[in-house]
Every structure is written in C-alpha cells, then in structure tokens.
C-alpha cells in the first residue's frame, strides 16, 4: 500500500523539522519544501523528497506539489512579512504569487496566509492544521521550570495578558515584554526575537514576555512557538521570564527546552484564561 504524501512549507526555525518527524510516525510520506532565503537545508534529512524553492515563486510551489500528486499541506515554521519590505533582491516574486497579493484586501499575516490556503484549495490541496502534527509539543499549564514567577512577575502577567490577547485580535502580533505593568516592546512586522531584544535593554532587567494565540487563531498557520534560540534571546535581553499560553503554544524540544532554562535561570509557565479569574497576590 503506498503512503499517503504529505507537503510540507517550510519556513525559519526547527518546527518543520519536528512535524517532518512526527509526520513520517504517522504513516506519511514527506516532501519537504524549503523556502529560500528562509529554511534550513538540514529539513532534507527529516524528510524522504526535498526541494527548495524562492519564498515569492508561488506558481512553482504549486507545481512541484501537483507533480507528487499532494493532496495534504503543512507549514511549518516562520515566514517574515518583513521580507516583502526588505531583502526585495532576495524574493523574485512570479505572476501567480504577484496576483496572489493584488487580490488581498490588505496585507495583514491572516490575509496573507488565508490567500494562499485558497489557492491550495483551487488545486485540490487541503492545508492541515500544524498541530495535528505537534499535539506532544504543545505546551503544558502550570509552571514548568523549577523557578517560578515572583508576585511582581505574576503581576506582569496578568497586566500584559489582555494587551497580548488584543494585539493578536487585531493581527499586529502575538508577543509583548512587559515590566512593572508597563509595555516595552510590542512585536509587529519584525517577529518575537527583534521585539524582546527591542524590550530587554528598555527594561534594563527583568522583562518579562509573553506570547499567545490569537483569539481568532488558525491553527492551520502561524501557531505561536518557541524554542532554545527563544532562550539565547532572552537571556541577551536580560528577560527572565516567559509566559505562554498553555495548549495553544508550540515548545519545540520540550524537554531540552526546560532544562536550558533551568540553567539560564528562566522562568517558564503555561498559563491559560481560566488562570487569572482566580489569580490573587497576597
């Protein structure tokens, strides 16, 4: 019987790697497709095709997954917005992709990604959601390293949370560094590493960032996740604290994930909601 064969977009970070894993557990096989300037080459090893294709050639994408006869889709990984305003040498838009942006509304991540989730779906493809590949790595409520967050830390949390969740209803970002109830950075076009190390030094020590989903979030793209460079960042950053939105944030390599912010001495938890209708400081 042959296996079913699975297309994965591959973005920045190690995220596709993991589902490229967790994919072939499942039964399938996996053509990977590395977006360049972005991706790491290293995906080829986790997957049995690969190819690399320019973040702005859409129509080729789309070839290359009709000639494997793809009918299921993952992305996995970042795609910066800012590419479109930077590294423009870098991206050699084709037609298919230049009609794709005439016809969105605006360019927002969501109108972006759900643009191309149409286009998938003209072709027969379906675009899966990432974490039916990434359910273990989801994150887990509670405090999850063996530092916890002080009663002023908690109180950050709970100030920052709202303001998070809002700038994700309206699409600007999923991450804000917050100190003594006050916000220091707030992460838009250039992606949750510039915004804490935009933070950090404002802070001048202690930040602490938090990142969750969006109200409306579609877990088909965009899943906020985090992983050791997260770590490396914020301790250059000087943050020490890192709240995350329990089951609907991805920690790639959960277990090493820990241990390395137990050796930074940062804080980790998972934090749902339901958490603050009975948080109390006393």
Known sequence: MSLNTLGLIAGTGDLPKALASEAKKMGYRVMGIALNPLADRNLKHFTDDFYEVNVGRFGELIKLLKKF?????????????????????????DLRAVKLLLSLKDRSDDSIMLGITRELEKEGMRLLKTITFAKDLLTQKGELTKKKPSKAQWKDIEFGWNIAKEIGRLDIGQTIVIKDSAVMAVEAIEG???????????????????????????????????????????????????????????????????????????????ISNEKFLNLKWG
């Open 69 to 93: 006869s793809v009918k299921e889709v993952v992305m996995a990984g970042k795609v910066p917005k800012g590419l479109l305003y930077k590294n423009r040498n870098s991206i050699r838009p």
């Open 192 to 270: 949750t590493d510039e915004a804490i190390l935009r933070g950090g030094p404002l802070a001048g020590e202690g930040a602490v960032v938090i990142k969750v989903s969006k109200p409306q979030q579609d877990f088909r793209f965009d899943v906020p996740a985090v992983g050791i460079n997260t770590l490396h960042v914020m301790k250059k950053a000087h943050a020490n604290v890192l709240a995350l939105e329990a089951e609907k944030n991805i920690i790639i390599d959960r277990e090493e994930f820990i241990k390395e912010a137990d050796k930074a001495g940062i804080v980790v938890v998972g």
